[in-house]
């Protein structure tokens, strides 16, 4: 039983054409910057691409989702937020990427549901606005709810300050954001981590995401600071 | 042209954070709402949350201070306040829609005179809704800052909102460059102008009907 | 604002009979047992208690819940276990308390419902069995779910190794259990502590409930050893 | 009588963790589900996990070693292994509930030859549902251990559970005092038996026609 990998390429390898990629990080924090690298370098096609905001532009550059998005590497985004991506809203426009947009907090439940095996869950968010549209409706307790659905995928890609070998993660700060959730959520997770530590280090009673949702595991190559 | 002058996004955001009551729990949007969590009144202790998972946020980082993992909306370090916690963005969302924050301080597109707000999409845009209906949903009390008009002069708070709705009902009270208005029952009440401009110049930046209050005051950032 | 209680009996004082309680603690792990002792000597009846289990009797002495049900305090028991507690299995042969039996699971996810704003959830859990009388259902997927509703409270009892004055609060092992998530969802979550620490000493990374869900904090008065 | 030799409590568990593959997480019950967390063959790394929130169960503590803040199933004082973590209830059963669990073992009142599970109340009782009905619906594999037949000698495993169900078709295997049975769609296998029963004896303890395996075998428990 093995969940270390050597590099970001191995742990990324079977990422296939089509896959749908959960991707932790909210702005410029808490992104798999490696494993986003790793993928583009493999030159996988048609993604389905979870993530709260599609990756930062910023002074022209693309930073992490927004690298894939530049090549058009990425078929359907499912977000909160166009982040001002301006490759992104040009492709949306001229239809060549599918937006599903949910609330941002929404999406996160619906993340959480799908790691935590529920079926499907009532919010009265959104529900009287035209983000309700197609969406079944529920009165409970005399208020208008919307049905929300789990929102799983083939791969979670995830960001973490430390890991042990068996995946127990920690994060710092608002670095966590959708990494802790978005592990439970993927038929494999796959965390990079800035430090790999031995099995013993982190406390028991602090770990924020345990490594039974963890598949595998890999020391990020680099990490640029970027503020 | 009028003889008053207009706040700036600062002194809005300083109007706005002198509502705050001691011990609330505020989130903030980005933007001028951010601006709110820096000009918290002394003596009154408040814990700020953002919807990507901090409750506590300080004053921006500068020099040694900046952690790249510690970073608000828009990419601006943060310094976290003594009783500060991170978490998931699930778990900054409970807090949301679980109704456990007493006030949210969000920017508008525009504002209808029952208190309706359209935030998240403009035509030809894809849409950027990001946490804002599931704020404005649970939250006690939402206040909006915004520029009173349109680049181009048109008025913001309208009858009816002709963009989509981010939430029905849900503003209680409007900051803006030159005026505070409250949403009641009764209409749009105008409660404070800026220096030097008249009620009469806000009614007519402003689409519906204001009710002019009896205590109508100027903008004051003394408290 | 100042959440500081000088005493249980005082953080106590407004819980009226008759009010829902949500009581953490699983077994002899985690419970808040100076909460419970103050709500005893102010003589509260007809209590609506939610908990994993009623309570523990050991050696013919009662625990924690287990001492309001011995003197017919509780209305109504919600639970996943009668935890062979045999004055509950008693009272609850002579028909002297309702008790609504939920899995574990599906409590503690409508616990957190509860505090998070979901108005109700789909579950598979116990939908092929007797205690799916009753709930609605949902084929999702082609799988036969049902419809779990939120499970609020008046009052949340939790009890913490550590916390600070704004409420913020750590636990250790297995004594977190129910005590989080029941934090979420008192309308007033009261929270006793072995240590009552100044506001800057929690880590900022590593709080298990942000103040935000918790009215009032107390140091809790005596704590004995139990196993 | 039999001239054989019953398994105690701990060789059902012992037999019941030789099947433990390495990397598994299995989830244990109380009683005697949770001894297979005591007996992980050499050179198998496993994780327990127990339904209240922990997962990386080891060794039930003793002496010096006994925290009361680190609690097994009945009050049993435990030791966490290297990798271990602790959670909430919530957390716990998002991890069973999820699908995330390879592996659980649990007691049984009765079980069917179909894989029916009765296991949460027997008549005159309250529910003692416990985490069970979570816990059999998305495990990946469900292993039952138990004595053979009740006190009076009436056989476990049914036709059909006269007691209410915790899941229907879950069980995949049953390790008892006298056999280790697997549940297929053929019907019950006896895989096993214990040393010195004949597989006659215990299909006389056991209501439904158990299928004879053609590798049938005397339990072990040197792997």
Known sequence: ?227 | MSAGSRLTEDQIAQRAAMEIRDGEVVNVGAGMPFLVSQYVPPGIFAMFHIEHGILGVGKVAGGEQIDPDLLGLGRRPLIPVPGASCFSSAEAFAMLRGGHVDLSVLGAYQVSEEGDLANWIVPGQPSGVGGAMDIVKNVKRLFITMTHTTKKGEPKIVKRCSLPLTGARVVHKIFTDIAVIEVTPKGLVLEEVAPGFTPEEVQAATEPRLIISPELKEISLQS
């Not at chain 1, 919307?146 to 995928?153: D, G, Q, R």
């Not at chain 1, 981590?193 to 924020?208: A, C, K, P, R, T």
Request: proline share 4%; glycine share 10%; hydrophobic share 40%.
């Open chain 1, 1 to 227: 039983m093995n969940k270390v990998f050597a590099s970001s390429r191995e742990a990324v390898a079977d990422v296939f054409d089509g896959a749908t990629v959960l991707f932790g990080g909210w702005g410029l924090a808490g992104n798999p910057t490696n494993l986003i690298r790793a993928l583009y370098e493999k030159g996988v096609k048609d993604i389905v691409a979870i993530s709260n905001n599609p990756g930062t532009i910023h002074n022209g550059i693309p930073y992490d989702l927004a690298t894939l998005i530049r090549e058009k590497r990425v078929r359907k985004f499912i977000g909160s937020y166009h982040g001002w991506n301006q490759d992104f809203i040009e492709q949306w426009r001229t239809g060549e990427i599918e937006f599903e947009c949910s609330p941002q907090g929404t999406m996160a439940e619906r993340i959480r549901a799908a790691g935590a095996g529920i079926g499907g869950f009532y919010t009265t968010t959104g529900a009287d606005t035209d983000l309700a549209a197609g969406k079944e409706r529920k009165i409970i307790n005399g208020v208008e709810h919307v049905l929300e659905l789990p929102l799983p995928a083939d791969f979670a890609f995830v960001k973490a300050k430390r890991g042990d070998p068996w995946g127990n993660l920690i994060y710092r700060y608002t670095a966590q954001n959708f990494n802790s959730i978005m592990a439970m959520a993927g038929k494999v997770t796959i965390a990079e981590v800035e430090e790999l530590v031995e099995l013993e280090s982190l406390d028991v009673n602090h770990i924020h995401t345990p490594g039974i949702y963890v598949q595998r595991i890999v020391k990020g190559e680099e990490y640029e600071r970027r503020v």
